[in-house]
């Protein structure tokens, strides 16, 4: 019965040394923030202030003249600074009441001080509203510059150039033939600029470019899509519904939008790559029904069997199974064999 009573005296001083470890760097340490102040713990905010006032008149450094009076005063002044702060705030005042009250939960105490001390004093819908602006204006640029990539590689493209070199002389934008050139009073560089001009501009009213490649619109913003997320919504659910009224409950046949939409939703593209697709390619899947799923799964059997015959002919796909065969990327070698 002694040893037992013994062990949990001991279990007991180690349980308050702890918690006293703890205490000491949180908050006041192990003095008590309202006693540092000289008010209760029912003072109201207006009377904490006062008696921070009062007391850090008394004890700034200022006010004293000698060296060792003027150390105290700067170490009283920091913790009268330090008591304050803590107690000002109703967030930590309340969680320091709570540690007051609970000592022996050091871990939730701890967690409650540092959680306060380096959270961010930001608003969190500040933060929020920043970082989607942000993403918005990335996108945009970005957007932006995917679409003008596209214009440059389409005017550098020779097929597109001689197209859109024909369109403007048929307009009358740029004066054709030679003749014409010898009369014209400007340089060179002055005429073949202009040309270049007036080829990116018809390529670029001319030319539809669509997919990820795009000419962007407001429409395509991260914000835009926030606020018209509601309708977007409704949107998508009217034309579920209108989906399964015409198509599972009436069996009426598709049209050639929705035929379009169960194709890319077999080939699992995205809607911008499934627009990317040339013209001739989406009447050809047309043209194959390829919205009916046997006919979509012999279809893409066949384009795995004829991808695999052409990597078969293919040299260093030859060489690659020769080096899988060998033992691949894990194999040991010992200089060329």
């Known amino acids: 019965m ?55 008149r008394k004890w700034h450094p200022d006010m004293h003249k000698t060296e060792k009076k003027k150390e105290e005063a700067t170490e009283k002044f920091r913790e009268i600074g330090n008591a304050y702060e803590i107690l000002k ?35 969190p819908r500040i933060v929020i509203g920043v970082t989607i602006t942000v993403i ?12 003008n990539s596209a214009l440059d ?54 030319i539809h470019i669509h997919g990820g490649y795009g000419k962007p619109t407001v429409y395509d913003i991260l914000w835009v899509q926030i606020v018209f997320l509601p309708y977007y919504l ?13 198509f599972t409950i009436c069996r009426n046949e598709y049209g050639e939008e929705e035929k379009l939409h169960l194709i890319r939703k077999f080939m699992k593209l995205a809607t911008a790559q499934f627009d990317a697709l040339e013209d001739h390619e989406r009447e ?21 069997d004829e991808q695999k015959a052409k990597l078969a002919e293919s040299g260093r796909y030859k060489s690659y199974r020769r080096y899988m065969k060998s033992g691949g990327p894990g194999q040991m070698t010992f200089g060329p064999e």
């Open 284 to 304: 050809e899947f047309l043209r194959k029904e390829l919205w009916k799923k046997d006919n979509f799964t012999k279809w893409k059997k066949n384009k795995e």
């Open 89 to 123: 705030d109703e967030d930590q005042r309340s969680d320091y009441d709570y540690m007051l009250d609970h000592p022996d939960e050091f871990f939730a105490n701890y967690y409650n001080y540092y959680k306060r001390r380096y959270a961010p004093k930001v608003d």
């Open 2 to 56: 002694a040893n037992r009573f013994a062990f949990l005296l001991i279990l007991s001083v180690i349980q308050v040394d702890v918690c006293f470890s703890f205490m000491a760097g949180l908050y006041c340490g192990l003095d008590n923030c309202y006693e540092i102040l000289g008010v209760t713990r029912d003072a109201t905010k207006t009377e904490i202030t006062k008696g921070y006032r009062k007391l850090a």
């Open 234 to 246: 409704l949107q998508y659910i009217c034309w579920w519904c209108r989906w399964i009224w015409k």
């Open 136 to 147: 918005s204006f990335i996108q945009y640029w970005g957007a932006w510059n995917n679409y």
């Open 153 to 206: 590689y389409a005017c550098k493209e020779a097929k597109y150039r001689h197209r859109a070199m024909d369109i403007a002389q048929s307009e009358g934008l740029v004066t054709g033939g030679k003749n014409n050139r010898k009369k014209d009073k400007r340089s060179k560089e002055e005429i073949k600029s202009e040309e270049e001009a007036v080829i990116r501009k018809v390529i670029e009213d001319k």
